[in-house]
Each structure stands twice: as structure tokens, then as C-alpha cells.
């Protein structure tokens, strides 16, 4: 599955994941199910040494972004405004704007 077939998916209340190119649709969890999700999800990344990931929170307007620094995730850096990639492997900047205009 590609970026450009996700963006097309309808907003039906329904989650949808695409995990290791696999589509996986489950009703929107709770805030605590969201949670739990969040601490598996960190805890996979920092055992396969992901070096930055980040996390949109919609109802906040701000995207959180996690850094790796040795084995283990730092605390959030919390972008309102702008979000530049810190990751070695590619450097992307995106204006936050930008993004909520489109959504």
C-alpha cells in the first residue's frame, strides 16, 4: 500500500494502520488503550534502534517527536509551528500550517 492509496481512505471513525505495508482498520481506541499503544510502540522502535519517530496529536495541533539517544527515547519535543527531522538519515522540515490547511 502506498502513502498517496492511505491518504485516500475515508474518515469513518475507524482507525486505520498500515503496518509493514499491511492495512489494519480497529475503531478509534481509548485515550488509555492510545496510551498503552504509544509505550509498545516506543519500546519496538528503541529495541530495533529507530533513531526518530513522530506522534500527531490532532486535538492538540502539535506533533511530538521523539529522538533517540542511545537506547532509549529522550523526553518529546513538542512542535506547534514547524517540525525539522533531527535524524541523520534525511533532514525534512515541515511548516505545520501548511499541513492544517490541507486537512
Not at 498517496?4 to 469513518?12: I, L, Q, S, T, V
Not at 529507530?50 to 506522534?55: A, K, N
Not at 490532532?58 to 537506547?71: F, M, P, R, S, T
Amino acid at each position: 500500500m502506498t502513502c498517496e492509496e492511505y491518504k485516500h481512505f475515508p474518515d469513518d471513525g475507524v482507525r486505520h494502520e498500515i503496518i509493514h505495508g499491511v492495512h489494519y482498520a480497529s475503531p478509534s481506541p481509548s485515550t488509555s488503550h492510545q496510551n498503552t499503544s504509544r509505550h509498545i510502540q516506543c519500546a519496538l522502535y528503541e529495541s530495533r534502534g529507530v533513531p526518530e519517530y513522530w506522534v500527531v496529536d490532532i486535538e492538540k495541533q502539535c506533533v511530538y517527536q521523539y529522538l533517540l539517544e542511545g537506547v532509549a527515547y529522550r523526553e518529546p519535543i513538542i512542535c506547534r509551528e514547524q517540525i525539522t527531522s533531527r535524524s541523520s538519515a534525511a533532514e525534512a522540515v515541515v511548516e505545520l500550517a501548511d499541513v492544517r490547511q490541507k486537512v
